[in-house]
């Protein structure tokens, strides 16, 4: 079997140029590639433009490389919990696409499968809308929305093995399966990496194919946004 | 005039049994703590679960188990995880019955403003414009008027909007009406206390008023 496997975050990160089109996995800051977050912050880079459906928040996730002022446009549904990135938007340091989150997902999903468009109803009659070609069918309006690629795919799964398969846990599953799909290298850190033959393929989510480069990471923080607790 | 609990137990009554249903945030998300648990319903939660359980506890807290509230979340027996892509092909491909979700304005021929405000910080849409493309079934939970006493019940929205002729029913602190197809808020039931009129003089929009509106019944 193929072996992906590299020493660490450091190395997994080590060539990605300034200017790179990255997708970055994770809900929130759930399921975020902590290690190669942290990895990219030692590199003197900068320019990058991130998928991902947020901006993490500001001394945490994504926000980490947006005070370090290493972005220049994040492609995201929802970015509400950052004090530093609209700070940078409205200074004009920042550019941000938003996408309704399941345009988002299946623009990733499809330029992994090597669907260059599609037709959605989603957005049809709002600003959303605005220079995309509409359509009508069987009586309903749908707007055309592109494949999104990445030179780089940076995801997080729960275990993973040496031939870069990979299973993800509860939630934390998120956009990280398809964006594993759409990078032309895609990165995995994994909490637990085993040699391959060790997981179930019935259980597999991710197939090694997508994934060009899997190391164990080290010191998950996985920080709660809302933690939120049933009082017995 | 309802609280925000009385609005979500209105809501609440709609639910049918069978239905997969996915609970906005804010007042949506509290219409699970009404539903009767004679009930088999199956809530979504479209960063990729079906069937949020309760919140947990101290101990059972898990980092990787959060609603797209990015609140901490368990699950009950029986429940499913899967991918984002797949999340909205199900709400896309209308296999989730039901989206209660809030809104900032609502028009009478059923378009909703709830994701952006000009001149304010824009957050982003979320799933929002995804869910109300889709859902075939979708019922409003707002405020009849905004905090200056402005209807948001408009006969055009003045907001951007998230999605044209989609929402279905409103409950809001007054009243519960129906959108028609033809246009227009049906008014079918009053919140107790509140009289027509108050509720005519609130509503910008074409209200349509029949003989008799019952009052609300909150059990």
Known sequence: MINK??????????????????????????????NCIAALLERDINGLTIVSNNAGVDDFGIGLLLQKRMVKKMISSYVGENAEFERQLLSGELEVD?????????????????????????????????????????????????????????????????????????????FNPIMATAGKITIAEVEELVPAGELDPNEIHTPGIYVQRIFQGKNYEKRIEQRTITKS | MLTKEQIAQRIAQEVQNGQYINLGIGIPTLVANYIPKSLDVVLQSENGLLGIGPFPSEEMVDPDLINAGKQTITMVPGSVLFNS????????????????????????????????????????????MDLVASAENIIVAMQHCSKDGQSKLLSKCTLPITGIKCVKKIVSDLAVL?????????????????????????????????????????S
Not at chain 1, 137 to 165: C, Q
Not at chain 2, 91 to 110: C, K
Not at chain 2, 179 to 203: D, N, Q, W, Y
């Open chain 1, 5 to 34: 496997t590299v020493k660490d975050a450091r190395e997994a990160v080590a060539d990605i140029p300034s200017n790179a089109f990255l997708m970055m996995g994770g809900f929130g800051l759930c399921g975020i590639p902590e």
């Open chain 1, 98 to 174: 938003l996408i309704p989150q399941g345009t988002l997902a299946e623009r990733v999903r499809a330029g992994g499968a090597g669907i260059p468009a599609f037709f959605t109803p989603a957005g049809v009659g709002t600003e959303v809308a605005e220079g995309k070609e509409l359509r009508e069918f069987d009586g309903k309006l749908y707007l055309m929305e592109k494949w999104l690629r990445a030179d780089f795919s940076i995801v997080k799964a729960w275990k993973g093995d040496t031939a870069g398969n990979l299973i993800f846990k509860g939630t934390a599953r998120n």
């Open chain 2, 85 to 128: 892509a797949e999340s909205f092909a199900m709400i896309r491909g209308g296999h989730v019955h039901l989206t209660i979700l809030g809104a900032m304005e609502v028009s009478e021929n059923g378009d909703i403003a709830n994701w952006k405000i000009p001149g304010k910080m824009v957050k982003g849409m979320g799933g929002a």
């Open chain 2, 178 to 218: 129906e959108i028609l197809p033809e246009g227009g808020f049906l008014l079918k039931e009053r919140a107790p206390g509140v009289s027509v009129e108050e509720i005519k003089s609130k509503t910008e929009g074409k209200l349509i008023v029949p003989d008799s509106v019952p009052e609300m019944r909150l």
